[in-house]
Structure formats: C-alpha cells, structure tokens
C-alpha cells in the first residue's frame, strides 16, 4: 500500500490552490466546478435499473464520468438509461451479474476494466427491502437480505480495492444505505439491520483503505418520491411531510447529487462519514 499522505498546508491563489503534502509534493487544485469533474473516471453503478439507481448514474455521467451499470435480471430498464446516457456523449458498458454469487462482484469490476481500462470510482446501491413482521423472519429471510444488502458491498469493494492497489490509484466508494439504518421502522428488522451494518462497513473501510488512498463514504436517504407513492401509502406520505422541515419527498437527483459529491475531489478529505439526505426528518421531535 502507498505510505499515508498527510495534508499539512493549504495556500490560497486566484487560480487554484496548492495543498503541500508531508511528502514535499503539491496537489493543485482548480476551482470547485472543476473538482466535481469526473472525466476521466469510470465509475460502477450497481442497481442501475431503479429509481434511484438511475438517478445516480445520470449525475455522474453528466459531470463526465464514464459508467459501468449493473442489473441483475431487469435489462429493459437499463438498456433504456443506457441509450438515454449514450444519446447524450456519455460511455456506458452494461454488466448483468447477482451480486451474492461467489463470482458476481469481481465480474462487475472486471467489466469496467475491460470496458474502460479502469474502475476508480464505484456506488454500492443494489439493495433489497422486502417487509416482515419482526415474528415472521426466519432465518432464509435474514440471509437473503444481509447478503444482498452488506455481503455484496463488502465483496464490491473489496475487489474494486485490489484493483487500485494493484494500480496504485486512489478511488471513492459510496455505499448507498438508509436512514433506516439509525432508526427504527416496523416490519423492517432484518432491513433496518442490514443498513445499520452497511454504515458501520463503511467506517471499517474507510479506515483500512485509506492509507491507498481509497475513500469509502455512506449515503442514507429518507423517502423518496415514485408514482403512485401517495395513492399506496397516502398516512405515510402525509406523515412524512407533517414532520419533514423542508416539507417534501426526496427525489433519485437529490441522492445523485450527494453520490456526486462523495465521488468527486470536492469531498477529498472526507471519508468514513454517512450524509443523511432526509429533508431533514431526522431531526424531528418524536415526542
């Protein structure tokens, strides 16, 4: 691995700034436009096919970069955001994989490599979330969802990482967990679970790869916005906006633009950390 890097100074210029590294180099750095520039990078999007997926993979292309997305079995939709993505000059490749088989997660990276030449960028989204009484979970039920949910993130990132070693280049990993996975819900136990050991997978990254250089981050959404939401769930709907401070629902651009952020240099010096992207519920009197 690649000695630890220690930011010592920062010196401000009208044109960029020089970050004086304890190794006697220096970082120039442009402006914050040019920092959530991703040309350059190819980045894996798992679960690509989803709201939020989707969502995601559309602000990274848009910032430049080139994209791996992955689908387990629903190819039509990632097919469609492919073209869309495509139409507008941006590089995908598209990788069918299940992610809890003993092959699936070093087949996604490899894709990007064999596609692009590199990977150095990847979002942990593919999830599961199917809802049980607390009773009614055995223990099929908890393995299907902690092997989706925490087993293929770990094994993802863990392949992105050699690969980066190998190569000597840093990387950012953001794992794409749930503000379920610091507070309760019920029918939601063995979900909830997953989550909270997603964010807890990203601290222990992130203290492991940092010294290659590689950032591993947590995204948390609350509740986002799909059709048909208010006419399925209109008491939690309602809920949701009586208690949210900025009184809305999120939408897959919102978490797009938090991955954005964590991906690009703009977060550089940021890792271990989960950015809750709620509306701000998480702040609301429960009592």
Known sequence: ??????????????????????????????????????????????????????????????????????????????????????????????????????????????????????????????????????????????????????????????????????????GSIVHVASISGTQTAKDHAHYCTSKAALIMHTKVAALELGNAGIRVNTVSPGLIAREGIEEAWPDGVNRWLAAAPLRRLGSAEDIGDACLFLISELSRWITGSNLVVDGGVSVAPTY
């Not at 970069?65 to 039509?76: F, G, W």
């Not at 699936?104 to 960028?121: L, M, T, Y």
């Not at 009614?136 to 992105?160: G, K, S």
């Open 1 to 170: 691995m690649k000695p630890l890097t220690v930011i010592k100074s920062i010196r401000s210029s009208n044109s960029h700034r020089e970050i004086q590294m304890s190794n006697g180099h220096q970082d120039q750095l442009g402006g914050p436009q040019s920092m959530l520039d991703l040309s350059g990078m190819a980045v894996v999007v798992t679960g690509a096919g989803g709201l939020i997926g989707s969502g995601i993979a559309r602000r990274l292309g848009e910032a430049g970069a080139s994209l791996v997305l992955h689908y387990r079995s629903s190819e039509d939709p990632v097919t469609r955001l492919s073209e869309t993505l495509r139409d507008a000059g941006i590089q995908t490749c598209l990788i069918a994989a299940d992610l809890t088989t003993p092959d699936g997660p070093d087949a996604v990276i490899q894709a990007g490599v064999d596609a692009f030449g590199k990977v150095n960028g990847l979002v942990n989204n593919a999830g599961a979330q199917p809802l049980l009484p607390f009773m009614d979970i055995r223990a099929e039920e908890f393995d299907h969802m902690l092997n989706i949910n925490i087993v293929a993130p770990h094994l993802l990132t863990a392949a992105l990482a050699r690969h980066l070693i190998e190569q000597g280049a840093p």
